[in-house]
């Protein structure tokens, strides 16, 4: 992901991208980039998914992003 010089290229002949990024500073410069290059190539589709928590993380963070969290049934 760090280099954007290579996704105008891998991203030629395809239709659909899922991006999967590691929560980190340099999370929102390689997706815009990504973005960018998918959509210059004529990607249709792009699935974007940055954080996800069961909201029971000891990363208070990932828990913020997530809130209300996803709360098990008691059925």
Same mark, same amino acid.
């Given at each position: ?7 105008? /290229? ?7 991208? $899922?991006?999967?990024? *590691?929560? /980190?500073?340099?999370?929102? $410069?390689?997706?815009?980039?990504? #973005?960018? %290059?998918?959509?210059?190539? *004529? ?6 998914? *940055?954080? $996800? /928590? ?7 963070? $990932? #828990? ?10 008691? %059925?």
């Amino acid at each position: 992901m760090n280099g954007p010089s290579s996704f105008a /290229t891998a991203s030629a002949n395809v239709d659909r991208v $899922f991006l999967l990024t *590691g929560y /980190t500073s340099d999370m929102l $410069f390689q997706s815009k980039k990504l #973005v960018d %290059a998918a959509k210059e190539a *004529g990607v249709s589709h792009i699935v974007h998914l *940055g954080v $996800f /928590t069961s909201g029971m993380d000891l990363i208070l963070h $990932f #828990v913020w992003h997530c809130n209300p969290p996803v709360k098990p049934s008691h %059925a």
